[in-house]
């Protein structure tokens, strides 16, 4: 999945690691030090940062012996999935079934399941 870049006209600190935590991002670096065509010393570097929700979207794996089994984990584990009115992250669940909580944004599914359970009140 290539990413592409885009220019926004304002950004601040916080919208620039929202936007690392939420994409992710990962550094690989080969670095090796030659003398007349011999290698001496070579050194590989990985290194990740990224939520511990794009972590396990992406399957990134954690080294051996570390505790990743926290709650945050977990909620990372719930699916979620972007309002389509203000972009943030919503539990799928949540958003298809009542709505967006943070804009108000209600989904077709809600407004059906919604319309069924309401009284309804007949004109005479």
């Not at 994409?23 to 030659?34: E, M």
Request: aromatic share 6%; hydrophobic share 45%.
């Amino acid at each position: 999945m290539a990413l592409t870049a885009e220019k926004e006209s304002s950004g601040t600190l916080v919208d620039v690691i929202d936007r690392i935590l939420d994409k992710g991002l990962v550094i690989n670096a080969d670095i090796t030090v030659s003398v007349a065509g011999v290698e001496l010393l070579g050194i590989k570097v990985r290194a990740a940062l990224a939520s511990f929700e794009t972590a396990a979207k992406y399957g990134l794996e954690f080294p051996s012996g570390t505790n990743y089994e926290t709650a945050a984990w977990k909620e990372a584990m719930v699916a979620k999935d972007e309002c389509p009115q203000c972009s943030k992250r919503v539990i799928l669940d949540e958003l298809l079934n009542e709505g967006c909580p943070w804009c108000g944004w209600v989904s077709a599914k809600a407004k059906a399941a919604h319309a069924k359970t309401a009284p309804r009140i007949e004109a005479r």
